[in-house]
């Protein structure tokens, strides 16, 4: 009797395993935003640099 049982247990356990198929969106971030501001940021780093250079020759 015992085995029984827990064969029928373990079948259940089998069967509540299983997945069942997945119906999730697909995740589609938008960077846009993002892309524009790493564009902006190295604008302005790069101008930075052009004002520092110009400013040591002009102090030199």
């Given at each position: 009797?015992?085995?029984?049982?827990?064969?029928?247990?373990?079948?259940?356990?089998?069967?509540?395993?299983?997945?069942?198929?997945?119906?999730?969106?697909?995740?589609?971030?938008?960077?846009?935003?993002?892309?524009?501001?790493?564009?902006?940021?190295?604008?302005?780093?790069t101008?930075?640099?052009?004002?520092?250079?110009?400013?040591?020759f002009?102090?030199?």
């Open positions: 009797m015992a085995k029984s049982k827990a064969r029928r247990r373990s079948s259940t356990r089998r069967r509540s395993a299983r997945r069942a198929p997945s119906t999730a969106m697909e995740f589609n971030p938008d960077y846009s935003y993002v892309k524009r501001d790493l564009r902006r940021i190295a604008i302005l780093a101008s930075f640099v052009v004002i520092l250079v110009a400013l040591s002009v102090i030199n």
